[in-house]
């Protein structure tokens, strides 16, 4: 099992930038690449960005690309998601989640799908002021 905990949401203004963390525990040695998602009451849960295990291979959303950036640290075993030019329609909860390198391997069709990863974090809210 992997365990996943995000942290680094909270409230700011259209405009501002903030950056999100996700540290990964348990069984991570076999490698897994990393994703973040974003859900609001009422909608379905939407990919944001990934990014392969060796940190070479990213995807983004068309809504979010060239805001956002998600980068990683093997070696403390986290992801980040750093995000600029915040819209008050980026207020969601936001989750990390970890999926099989041999499914993101696949392409971008596996790595976007919230069906396809395996484990999921907690969520952390995120809220854009206007």
């Known amino acids: 099992q992997v365990q996943l905990e995000e942290s680094g949401g909270g409230l700011v203004q259209a405009g501002g930038s903030l950056r999100l963390s996700c540290t990964a525990s348990?069984?991570?040695?076999?490698?897994?690449?990393m994703g973040w998602f974003r859900q609001d009451p009422g909608k379905e849960r939407e990919f944001v960005g990934a990014?392969?295990?060796?940190?070479?291979?990213?995807y983004y959303a068309d809504s979010v690309k060239g805001r956002f950036t998600i980068s990683r640290d093997n070696a403390k075993i986290t992801v980040y998601l750093q995000m600029s030019s915040l819209k008050p329609e980026d207020t969601a909860v936001y989750y990390c989640?970890?999926?099989?390198?041999?499914?993101?391997?696949?392409?971008?069709?596996?790595?976007?799908?919230?069906?396809?990863?395996?484990?999921w974090g907690q969520g952390t809210q995120v809220t854009v002021s206007s």
């Open positions: 989640a970890a999926q099989m390198t041999y499914k993101y391997d696949r392409g971008s069709g596996y790595a976007t799908s919230s069906f396809l990863y395996d484990y």
């Open positions: 348990g069984r991570t040695s076999s490698g897994y690449a």
């Open positions: 990014i392969s295990w060796s940190g070479g291979v990213t």
